[in-house]
């Protein structure tokens, strides 16, 4: 009987213990909010001639007088700079550097590139279309859809600048894809073209300063600068982009991708 | 000439113990027979937050791994990433908080970055004479012991020289993998020396859960093993041990790849100094070498062989990593009046290397190119660890009390050349560093009456960062599939922990309680480093992680039991356990529009990965006359709600499961059992099982399984 009344007692004492561990275990989880102020929101837009981009109908002309349409677009840009009217330059993307846009993943369409910008007038941004060369390293993507974009080793290595991919009708009025692709370039002996030829490389990337007005970040808001790329420059201003002349894949034809890159320069405005 | 004589060391006590076999010289009367292996061990062992599992509780029940059984034990956990390996966790303490070693510290250092290999996973099961599972700093002996320690006792007890030939045959069938195994082990021995050699096999297939869906969990493993031993005199025993344990294609479906090939060989000697008739004294020394070679690949997976949307290439991926771990240690006791002192001191140096190399296979404007990159996972990565420990006990009537005092110093370095520096910060850059670590135990026991003590155990275990959290480059090591960047800078981890126990056996009734509460400052774990320092190199990898210190955090729980014996055949036994584990303040990224948007601080936020509360239930009944004993457990596991907000982990659903199986032993040496785990067949998982490769979708644990396993020992 003793011995029962003193088991008793040590459930009961087991049990004490138990809801006290329960008691100290309800205490919760506090969250301080996120601050959002200052923040800055790039936002891309796809335009042909003032109109935004329209996939998959035959519907555009260039300058070369090539008909073409447009299936998808894919590209970096890097190393994003603020030029404040007091002089100073702001590098905003101090978390993430590199953005990529894919106009199959709207998502993408917007870059969140900092908080905390100082606050009044810039003159200008620029960035890199692509990346710089130290940037430009094999496998720093590894998942899709950035990993996409690689551009073979041989070929220079690194990741495409850009894939603007399409079909134009060619002067037999032939339907053809083309893959207007740009990244590192090669130079081959003879230009024979063959990857055995292959003698040096030439890193095509280029700084974009976007026309436009001058931009304000305010103060405990979140500012949005419109970028819009103006596919049809890609084709005109300064050079004429012919695809009879060049075809249809240039990924390893340094000049057509020289072109691009001097016609780049000016895809962009601010809106 | 060096060789020679090497080679001459070696063969001499082989010799002995080949010559001692064979003869019969020796009558039994003239050698005196060793009380035990075990030199150091104190004997307030009881009154740590200790338990054991012993080879018979292994033998016969369907185990993979060792980390399976373990998870039977009170707040004891394991990470499930396939078929095979499971890592411990114990009390919400993981991978290197926890010293896992073999006898007198043999440490053995994984391959695997992914955790394939965890140190348990290269000792088989069928080795095993005993686990002992320390849950705290208090066995600082044999080694750094920060958070808990798990020693595997693998060398032959007394019985090796009392057997002449044996032979010992362990074989077992699991139904829902299609699974066999059989080890034997052969041994020989007079009273002066034995010799005992075994090997065993292992050929399980695909797991099915509890919804019929299989899971690529298959796995191949073999071993090898020898034990030598030889008494010279009435006080010396010299031994000799090697094993070897080799895996094959070991799949891993929650890992970007899967164990290709995993050989692993463990050599030990010891030599331990007794004196029969003063218990207190001794002395011993002991050395080990352990090698791991591990290769992973994923050539298993469909993207190594054929495109996968979304990705437009073919990916693969290569990894081979060599560790070694050599050591020593020295350890002598004796005794002063009522004081008993332990002293010692060990040493062991760990090496690391391993290469990752990628291959990207794409199809452009017709032509396919290949672009390939190798990487440095380690590069000749070393730490040395030099400890010396001292210890004392005192008891004086009811009261009973023990101190361990160890100091560390840990020396690691790298032969890495990669610089990362940004923003005028260096946030990775190998040098050497070397560290002092401070570590020590009091456990103090009272005995309130015949049947009930009380105990209080408070100490300080501290850790430098393991070769892991120092020197890995850019591989999913977490749960959270982020790629890990070591960090050669790290501070030592530093574990406050007090247990409270209370053990009482009232009558019929066995019953025990701990209470602890453990603090670690400089807490190592992973922090997100921004993409513009560095991008993650392994295919899923959302984002880089580096580890870094947390300032503080903290652990609570409990583990209680009590075991019934209802008659004398029939026992009833019951264990519950749980940890409460927070970071009083840690900083969480913030996402918006999948891109990370900045950051807040988050006050006490769940440490993640712990697991949930947990109660077991068994029940047992020994047929003595038809020598059958049945046993029926349940396990009842609670949801995990407690989630960690910073890690953005899910929380986990309860689930309830049981185990049935009856031993028939017909004659002493054989024994056979059978039944089913996971006897109702439940579709579940565990806290703390890692998610299916590129989905949100937990690894389910094996359905219902039949087994039988059959053990003769003559």
Excluded at chain 1, 127 to 138: H, L, M
Excluded at chain 1, 219 to 232: A, C, D, G
Excluded at chain 1, 252 to 271: P, T
């Amino acid at each position: 009987m003793k011995q029962q009344i003193n088991n008793a007692i040590y459930t009961r004492k087991l049990f004490l213990g138990l809801a006290l561990i329960l008691t100290i275990v309800t205490s919760c989880t506090e969250k301080k909010p996120a601050e959002t102020s200052n923040k800055l929101n790039l936002k891309f837009s796809h335009k042909v001639d003032n109109n935004n981009l329209i996939f998959n109908e035959m519907i555009y002309t260039n300058a070369a007088g090539n008909n073409y349409e447009v299936t998808e677009v894919m590209y970096f840009i890097s190393d994003l700079k603020l030029h404040h009217s007091d002089g100073r330059t702001i590098q905003p993307a101090q978390w993430d550097d590199i953005h990529y846009i894919d106009t199959n993943i709207p998502s993408t369409f917007d870059w969140i590139v900092g908080k905390d910008i100082p606050t009044g007038l810039y003159d200008s941004l620029t960035f890199t279309f692509g990346f710089s060369q130290a940037r430009n390293q094999s496998f720093m993507f590894v998942n899709p859809p950035e990993v996409n974009m690689a551009w073979p080793e041989v070929l220079g290595g690194g990741f495409h600048y850009l894939m603007l991919n399409g079909w134009w009708k060619d002067l037999q009025d032939v339907r053809r894809p083309f893959n207007f692709h740009l990244g590192i370039g090669q130079i081959y002996a003879n230009n024979s073209g063959q990857i055995s030829d292959i003698t040096g490389f030439v890193h095509n990337n280029f700084t974009v300063r976007p026309a436009g007005e001058k931009l304000r970040i305010e103060e405990n808001k979140e500012n949005v600068i419109n970028l819009v790329m103006h596919i049809e420059s890609w084709f005109d201003t300064p050079l004429i982009y012919d695809h009879n002349i060049w075809g249809g894949a240039i990924m390893q034809n340094q000049e057509a991708m020289h072109m691009a890159a001097i016609n780049g320069r000016d895809i962009f405005s601010i809106e | 000439m060096s060789k020679k004589y090497m080679l001459k060391e070696l063969l001499l006590p082989l010799g002995l113990i080949v010559i001692s076999l064979i003869s019969n010289a020796q009558t039994n009367d003239s050698v005196f027979r060793l009380p035990v292996f075990e030199v150091i061990e104190s004997p307030l062992q009881k009154n740590l937050p200790l338990s054991r599992i012993n080879a018979s509780q292994i033998e016969l029940i369907p185990i993979n791994d060792l980390g399976e059984i373990l998870r039977r034990e009170s707040n004891v956990s394991g990470i499930r990433k396939g078929g095979y390996a499971i890592d411990p966790i114990v009390r919400g303490y993981r991978y290197s908080q926890i010293n896992v070693f073999l006898d007198d510290g043999i440490h053995i250092e994984g391959g695997c970055p992914n955790r394939m290999d965890p140190v348990m996973s290269h000792v088989e099961p069928e080795l095993i004479q005993q686990i002992e599972i320390v849950k705290g700093p208090y066995l600082l002996q044999y080694g750094p012991s920060p958070s808990a320690s798990i020693r595997l006792k693998t060398r032959p007890g007394e019985m090796a020289f009392k057997k002449g030939f044996g032979v010992k045959s362990i074989t077992g069938y699991d139904a829902n993998r299609n699974g066999l195994k059989q080890h034997l082990t052969l041994s020989g021995s007079n009273e002066r020396s034995f010799i005992r050699v075994g090997g065993g096999i292992k050929n399980y297939g695909n797991y099915t859960d509890g919804k019929g869906r299989e899971w690529k969990s298959s796995y191949h493993k073999k071993d090898i093993s020898a034990d030598v031993g030889y008494k010279a005199g009435k006080s010396i025993l010299t031994g000799f041990s090697y094993k070897g344990s080799f895996g094959r294609d070991v799949l891993f479906p929650a890992l970007p790849m899967d164990e290709i090939e995993d050989n692993t060989h463990i050599f030990s000697g010891y030599f331990n100094h007794s004196n029969p008739l003063k218990p207190d004294q001794s002395f011993s020394v002991s050395a080990y070498h352990t090698r791991v070679f591990h290769l992973m690949d994923n050539s298993f997976r469909p993207q190594y062989s054929m495109i996968v949307p979304p990705n437009t290439g073919i990916m693969q991926a290569v990894a081979s990593v060599n560790t070694s771990t050599t050591g020593g240690r020295v350890a002598f006791s004796h005794a002063v009046q009522k004081l008993k002192f332990s002293h010692g001191a060990d040493y062991r140096i760990t090496k690391k290397d391993g290469t990752r190399n990628m291959l990207m296979i794409m199809e452009m404007d017709g032509q396919t190119f290949t672009s390939g990159k190798s990487f440095n996972l380690w590069k000749e990565s070393v730490i040395n660890n030099s400890g010396a420990f001292s210890g004392v006990e005192w008891g004086y009537k009811r009261f009973e009390v023990s101190s361990i005092l160890r100091f560390d110093l840990n020396q690691a370095s790298s032969g890495d050349t990669l610089l990362i520096e940004k923003n005028e910060r260096t946030w990775f850059e190998s040098k050497p560093v070397d560290q002092f670590l401070i570590s020590f135990a009091v456990n103090s026991s009272y005995k309130i009456s015949e049947k009930t003590s009380i105990s209080l155990g408070i100490a300080r275990g501290q850790r430098s960062g393991d070769m892991q959290e120092r020197y890995i480059k850019f591989l999913a090591t977490g749960y959270d599939r982020y790629d890990y960047l070591g960090n050669p800078d790290l501070k030592p981890e530093t574990n406050f922990q007090t247990d409270l126990m209370l053990r009482s056996n009232p009558g019929k009734v066995n019953f025990s309680l701990n209470l602890f509460r453990s603090q670690i400052s400089d807490y190592i774990t992973g922090s997100l480093v921004p993409p513009s320092v560095a991008r993650p190199v392994s295919q899923g990898a959302p984002g880089v992680k580096q580890f870094n210190n947390i300032d503080k955090a903290v652990l609570m729980g409990f583990e209680a039991s009590a075991d019934y014996a209802i008659s004398t055949n029939t026992s009833l036994s019951f264990s519950a356990g749980y940890t409460y584990a927070y970071f009083p303040e840690i900083e969480r990224i913030t996402f918006e529009n999948n891109q990370i948007s900045g950051t807040e601080m988050i006050k006490n936020d769940p440490i993640p990965e712990i697991p949930a509360f947990e109660a077991m239930f068994s029940l047992s009944h020994h047929f003595v006359k038809v020598k059958i004993k049945p046993v029926i457990s349940f396990r009842a596991v609670a949801c995990q709600n407690h989630v960690s907000l910073d890690a953005y982990e899910e929380s986990t659903p309860s689930y309830l499961i049981s185990d049935f199986f009856v031993t028939y032993t017909p004659f002493r040496k054989i024994s056979i059992a059978a039944g089913a785990n996971n006897l109702f067949n439940t579709a579940y998982y565990d806290h703390l099982n890692r998610r299916l490769l590129g989905s949100t979708e937990k690894l389910f644990e094996p359905g219902r399984t039949l087994f039988i396993n059959l053990k003769i020992d003559f």
